[in-house]
């Protein structure tokens, strides 16, 4: 069935911009193109949605990261649409339906506040939920409201859920609905999910044979038996099969995020054996662990926002100097109190060094926690206080896109 007049017209005129955004270097045109085009049609990505098999990945942190993994697996399949640069509101996924043309899938990274409307436009044959943690605490709802909105969205759906079982608050959001695959996707930050969002009491947890086993002390909430489990850097699919995941990617929680991609292409046909290896060739993600090769330094870059994504992202550098960068800006949240929920133990006795519009809120942070820093004034002066060799770099949202912008311009 042919778009309606509208709709082709909102598509046309959304690649056209998209495509003069990326050629006169004003940006990637992965935004741009999805808001001219909806103010055209306020229904685009309904119409650009319509007779796709499509998958939503949503959660606090991943969300880009598993969004590529799960294009790559269902790629098996064929061409698939997906907003592969992170652009995670309904503008940026209609601005990738209209760009990507016919394709039978579509994997879409959705912002966990949005996933409603998303939902509603898209009409998913999948939705992947992957972790709540507390996120730009200025502006966004507490974890408990996200788990709620979630609840309420999917309760009813005729969809199949891909939830991760170690997350309290993600387990009682799919549990409001029939269909769903628990992934033992694991989770490092509790302090998020220590009380019970079915009934206010307290969460226990043990270990028991290798995971976390989880339940509420006072309610019948608890962690599920999972389908897809890990056994180190292998993932065990729901039949018992064992599949060797050769990440590129670094850290354990790339191999649970392939979990979670494996377990969503699985819903759309795609043999986890067919997929292991497409996956395996990913070695960078919308600039994520990407090196870049400077005046004799291997570059590395890390993208964390939230305490628990500063966690991850310790597990995943090289014992080598550090560069840690924080701003404090429209995409990052203006509150910088969340960086006394992030313990930087790790980075004691390795060389650390600061910048950023907010380092010194970062410095007060570290002195507490014991950590010796030297502050430099820029990013390139950064570089060049570091000896010759790796350089691990981990920073905030809009931090990042400067560092990649700076990074870009010296080629």
């Given at each position: 069935?042919?778009?309606?007049?509208?709709?082709?017209?909102?598509?046309?005129?959304?690649?056209?911009?998209?495509?003069?955004?990326?050629?006169?270097?004003?940006?990637?045109?992965?935004?741009?193109?999805?808001?001219?085009?909806?103010?055209?049609?306020?229904?685009?990505?309904?119409?650009?949605?319509?007779?796709?098999?499509?998958?939503?990945?949503?959660?606090?942190?991943?969300?880009?990261?598993?969004?590529?993994?799960?294009?790559?697996?269902?790629?098996?399949?064929?061409?698939?649409?997906?907003?592969?640069?992170?652009?995670?509101?309904?503008?940026?996924?209609?601005?990738?339906?209209?760009?990507?043309?016919?394709?039978?899938?579509?994997?879409?990274?959705?912002?966990?506040?949005?996933?409603?409307?998303?939902?509603?436009?898209?009409?998913?044959?999948?939705?992947?939920?992957?972790?709540?943690?507390?996120?730009?605490?200025?502006?966004?709802?507490?974890?408990?409201?996200?788990?709620?909105?979630?609840?309420?969205?999917?309760?009813?759906?005729?969809?199949?859920?891909?939830?991760?079982?170690?997350?309290?608050?993600?387990?009682?959001?799919?549990?409001?609905?029939?269909?769903?695959?628990?992934?033992?996707?694991?989770?490092?930050?509790?302090?998020?999910?220590?009380?019970?969002?079915?009934?206010?009491?307290?969460?226990?947890?043990?270990?028991?044979?290798?995971?976390?086993?989880?339940?509420?002390?006072?309610?019948?909430?608890?962690?599920?038996?999972?389908?897809?489990?890990?056994?180190?850097?292998?993932?065990?699919?729901?039949?018992?099969?064992?599949?060797?995941?050769?990440?590129?990617?670094?850290g354990e929680i790339n191999v649970a995020n392939a979990a979670m991609a494996l377990a969503v292409a699985a819903e759309f046909g795609v043999?986890?054996?067919?997929?292991?290896?497409?996956?395996?060739?990913?070695?960078?993600?919308?600039?994520?662990?990407?090196?870049?090769?400077?005046?004799?330094?291997?570059?590395?870059?890390?993208?964390?926002?939230?305490?628990?994504?500063?966690?991850?992202?310790?597990?995943?550098?090289?014992?080598?100097?550090?560069?840690?960068?924080?701003?404090?800006?429209?995409?990052?949240?203006?509150?910088?109190?969340?960086?006394?929920?992030?313990?930087?133990?790790?980075?004691?006795?390795?060389?650390?060094?600061?910048?950023?519009?907010?380092?010194?809120?970062?410095?007060?942070?570290?002195?507490?926690?014991?950590?010796?820093?030297?502050?430099?004034?820029?990013?390139?002066?950064?570089?060049?206080?570091?000896?010759?060799?790796?350089?691990?770099?981990?920073?905030?949202?809009?931090?990042?896109?400067?560092?990649?912008?700076?990074?870009?311009?010296a080629e």
């Open positions: 069935m042919q778009l309606p007049a509208r709709a082709r017209l909102a598509r046309s005129v959304s690649r056209g911009v998209a495509a003069l955004s990326r050629a006169t270097g004003r940006g990637d045109g992965s935004v741009i193109g999805g808001r001219i085009g909806m103010v055209i049609d306020p229904d685009l990505l309904a119409h650009l949605a319509a007779r796709r098999q499509i998958a939503l990945i949503s959660g606090t942190n991943g969300k880009t990261t598993t969004t590529r993994l799960t294009a790559v697996a269902v790629g098996v399949l064929g061409p698939v649409a997906s907003n592969s640069l992170g652009a995670n509101l309904p503008t940026g996924h209609a601005s990738a339906l209209a760009k990507a043309g016919a394709t039978a899938h579509a994997i879409l990274e959705v912002d966990e506040h949005y996933l409603p409307h998303v939902l509603a436009a898209t009409q998913p044959r999948v939705v992947a939920l992957l972790n709540l943690t507390r996120d730009q605490l200025d502006r966004a709802k507490e974890v408990a409201m996200l788990a709620r909105l979630w609840r309420d969205t999917l309760r009813g759906q005729p969809i199949h859920v891909v939830a991760n079982a170690d997350d309290p608050m993600v387990v009682w959001a799919a549990s409001s609905t029939e269909r769903v695959s628990w992934v033992a996707a694991g989770q490092r930050w509790f302090d998020d999910s220590w009380v019970c969002p079915e009934c206010g009491g307290s969460i226990r947890r043990e270990r028991r044979n290798g995971s976390v086993d989880w339940c509420c002390t006072t309610c019948a909430l608890r962690r599920p038996t999972p389908h897809w489990t890990l056994h180190g850097n292998a993932v065990v699919d729901p039949r018992g099969m064992c599949h060797d995941v050769k990440l590129s990617l670094p043999r986890p054996e067919d997929a292991v290896p497409r996956i395996a060739e990913i070695t960078s993600v919308a600039g994520r662990y990407t090196i870049v090769e400077r005046a004799g330094r291997a570059i590395r870059l890390f993208l964390a926002k939230n305490p628990a994504g500063w966690l991850e992202a310790f597990d995943m550098v090289d014992p080598a100097p550090i560069l840690l960068v924080i701003n404090a800006r429209q995409p990052d949240g203006f509150d910088t109190s969340w960086l006394f929920d992030v313990d930087f133990a790790p980075l004691r006795g390795r060389p650390v060094l600061i910048t950023g519009e907010r380092a010194y809120d970062l410095g007060v942070r570290l002195k507490v926690n014991g950590v010796a820093f030297t502050h430099v004034p820029s990013f390139a002066e950064a570089v060049m206080a570091t000896p010759p060799g790796r350089l691990e770099v981990i920073a905030n949202y809009s931090a990042f896109q400067k560092i990649r912008v700076e990074l870009d311009r």
